[in-house]
């Protein structure tokens, strides 16, 4: 049995059903998010897990003991909310004592983990300081230094970082990360920031509209989405609508492509779907596997320089590397891309789904 255990819970608010069929096992260390858009049900599952909520149906179980009927604060787990929940009326390290507080610990010991924890996340200057005279970075870290000092056997991470500006948000990434390895506690993120879904997890649950579309490392999200929904939330893809013909290719705007299209017999409609950075262009005519349009948009973002061409009413998104010996092409060229058939994902046109 695994550390935690989620098993065939629901829940609904009156007739309204926003959790189905989740289960999950989470081992002991491991660092797993919720990513989904606004409303898919991820915070929901987070207060079933931290007792917030009772579900409809099913069970939660951590370190093997059935907590589903618990209170949270029986069930010795940490959280961490979006922004501003630290005590206003407290110092920083009334804070992170209170939970040592109201475990009983004597005073001594709680002066020495409160300490503790500030050095931990980097604070231990703060320590006197009220929340209203820290940043929003400092005071998410505080709220994380209170979450895990009563060394809680999960901890559980609201949208943590949400509310924080962009350059704080990306070290405060790995910070978390490096703390929660560190201490090796079990961890749940909830996000619907995919890059720190794909940044930050050892694995991610992909939800939509209340149910579990897809687990797996980032690797496996990114790479091998297994539904349309899954692959255009998380990262950037074009997809291309076309139609199957004989021997695993695929016409697309009146051009012959090849593509591998397991499950899809000849004449069948299908889309398939490419990542930017698995397009490029093709200024020779040698390569195969190629379509013919016209540059529609070119964004220099530095590094990267991101393309967006047509091929009749299809797009595609092209990343090439900046070369400071080639100027970007120009808007209104014509252009022919190169694709490899692996690289391609073909999903049923109708449903989504990948037979991958
Ligand atoms: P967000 O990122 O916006 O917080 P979320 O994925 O975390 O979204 P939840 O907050 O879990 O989504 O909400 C899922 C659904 O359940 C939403 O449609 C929400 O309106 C509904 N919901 C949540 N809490 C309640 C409640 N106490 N009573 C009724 N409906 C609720």
Same mark, same amino acid.
């Given at each position: 049995?695994?550390?935690?255990?989620?098993?065939?819970?629901?829940?609904?608010?009156?007739?309204?059903?926003?959790?189905?069929?989740?289960?999950?096992?989470? @081992?002991?260390?491991?660092?797993?998010?919720?990513?989904?858009?606004?409303?898919?049900?991820?915070?929901?599952?987070?207060?079933?897990?931290?007792?917030?909520?009772?579900?409809?149906?099913?069970?939660?179980?951590?370190?093997?003991?059935?907590?589903?009927?618990?209170?949270?604060?029986?069930?010795?787990?940490?959280?961490?909310?979006?922004?501003?929940?630290?005590?206003?009326?407290?110092?920083?390290?009334?804070?992170?004592?209170?939970?040592?507080?109201?475990?009983?610990?004597?005073?001594?010991?709680?002066?020495?983990?409160?300490?503790?924890?500030?050095?931990?996340?980097?604070?231990?200057?703060?320590?006197?300081?009220?929340?209203?005279?820290?940043?929003?970075?400092?005071?998410?870290?505080?709220?994380?230094?209170?979450?895990?000092?009563?060394?809680?056997?999960?901890?559980?991470?609201?949208?943590?970082?949400?509310?924080?500006?962009?350059?704080?948000?990306?070290?405060?990434?790995?910070?978390?990360?490096?703390?929660?390895?560190?201490?090796?506690?079990?961890?749940?993120?909830?996000?619907?920031?995919? @890059?720190?879904?794909?940044?930050?997890?050892?694995?991610?649950?992909?939800?939509?509209?209340?149910?579990?579309?897809?687990?797996?490392?980032?690797? @496996?999200?990114?790479?091998?989405?297994?539904?349309?929904?899954?692959?255009?939330?998380?990262?950037?893809?074009?997809?291309?609508?076309?139609?199957?013909?004989?021997?695993?290719?695929?016409?697309?705007?009146?051009?012959?492509?090849?593509?591998?299209?397991?499950?899809?017999?000849?004449?069948?409609?299908?889309?398939?779907?490419?990542?930017?950075?698995?397009?490029?262009?093709?200024?020779?005519?040698?390569?195969?596997?190629?379509?013919?349009?016209?540059?529609?948009?070119?964004?220099?973002?530095?590094?990267?320089?991101?393309?967006?061409?047509?091929?009749? @009413?299809?797009?595609?998104?092209?990343?090439?590397?900046?070369?400071?010996?080639?100027?970007?092409?120009?808007?209104?060229?014509?252009?022919?891309?190169?694709?490899?058939?692996?690289?391609?994902?073909?999903?049923?046109?109708?449903?989504?789904?990948?037979?991958?």
């Amino acid at each position: 049995m695994s550390f935690l255990e989620i098993t065939g819970v629901r829940k609904a608010f009156g007739p309204t059903t926003v959790v189905q069929g989740f289960d999950l096992s989470v @081992e002991r260390g491991e660092f797993v998010s919720f990513l989904g858009p606004s409303g898919c049900g991820k915070t929901t599952m987070l207060r079933i897990v931290a007792g917030f909520e009772s579900p409809s149906a099913g069970t939660v179980r951590i370190g093997g003991e059935d907590v589903t009927d618990l209170a949270p604060n029986a069930r010795r787990i940490g959280m961490v909310f979006q922004a501003y929940a630290l005590f206003p009326n407290m110092n920083v390290a009334d804070n992170v004592a209170f939970g040592l507080k109201i475990a009983g610990m004597a005073r001594a010991e709680r002066e020495a983990r409160v300490d503790e924890m500030l050095r931990l996340v980097g604070l231990p200057h703060v320590r006197d300081r009220y929340p209203y005279q820290l940043s929003g970075g400092q005071q998410q870290r505080v709220a994380l230094a209170r979450a895990i000092a009563p060394k809680p056997r999960v901890l559980l991470l609201d949208e943590p970082l949400s509310a924080l500006d962009a350059k704080i948000r990306v070290s405060l990434r790995e910070e978390i990360r490096e703390l929660q390895r560190a201490l090796g506690i079990t961890t749940i993120f909830v996000t619907h920031d995919q @890059e720190e879904a794909l940044s930050m997890s050892d694995r991610i649950v992909v939800m939509s509209d209340g149910r579990m579309e897809q687990v797996g490392t980032p690797f @496996e999200i990114y790479n091998r989405p297994r539904s349309r929904f899954v692959a255009s939330f998380v990262g950037t893809l074009s997809l291309l609508e076309g139609r199957t013909v004989i021997g695993e290719r695929v016409v697309v705007a009146g051009q012959e492509i090849e593509a591998e299209t397991p499950g899809h017999g000849v004449g069948e409609a299908v889309t398939l779907a490419l990542r930017p950075e698995a397009v490029s262009l093709v200024t020779s005519r040698e390569r195969s596997n190629r379509l013919t349009g016209e540059i529609a948009d070119v964004a220099f973002l530095g590094s990267v320089v991101r393309i967006r061409a047509r091929f009749g @009413e299809n797009e595609i998104l092209i990343d090439t590397f900046n070369d400071p010996a080639t100027p970007p092409p120009e808007r209104g060229a014509a252009v022919t891309v190169h694709f490899s058939p692996a690289d391609i994902q073909c999903l049923d046109a109708a449903t989504g789904a990948s037979h991958r």
